[in-house]
């Protein structure tokens, strides 16, 4: 069984920074893309970040040149650090995985529960 856990999440003061970071754990073969969600309150979710087992990044136009994306490989751990953060960036934020297996398996898709991040003075 594969399990995303998500840490910190929490309040912060528009300017300020915060990290996410996601773990995932179980029995798997590899895991190849990960990535960060957000949904805000009354709307859809949306991509805010993805990067690949080789690490290629993809950000959302809304958060470039202000979050980062970065993973451990060894640790099967993704990171967000979240800089410069405004009000609108307030949402629940999920990680992502696609895991395979095997070897030359399809990756399956998994999602972590979700951390609130709140930006407001």
């Known amino acids: 069984q594969v399990q995303l856990v998500e840490s910190g999440g929490g309040l912060v003061q528009p300017g300020g920074s915060l990290t996410l970071s996601c773990t995932a754990s179980?029995?798997?073969?590899?895991?190849?893309?990960m990535g960060w969600y957000r949904q805000a309150p009354g709307k859809q979710r949306e991509l805010v970040a993805l990067?690949?087992?080789?690490?290629?990044?993809n950000y959302a136009d809304s958060v470039k040149g202000r979050f980062t994306i970065s993973r451990d490989n060894a640790k099967n751990t993704v990171y967000l650090q979240m800089n410069s953060l405004k009000p609108g960036d307030t949402a629940v934020y999920y990680c992502?995985?696609?895991?395979?297996?095997?070897?030359?398996?399809?990756?399956?898709?998994?999602w972590g529960q979700g951390t609130q991040v709140t930006v407001s003075s």
């Open positions: 179980g029995s798997f073969f590899r895991v190849n893309a």
């Open positions: 992502n995985a696609q895991i395979s297996f095997y070897s030359g398996a399809n990756s399956r898709q998994y």
């Open positions: 990067i690949s087992s080789g690490g290629n990044t």
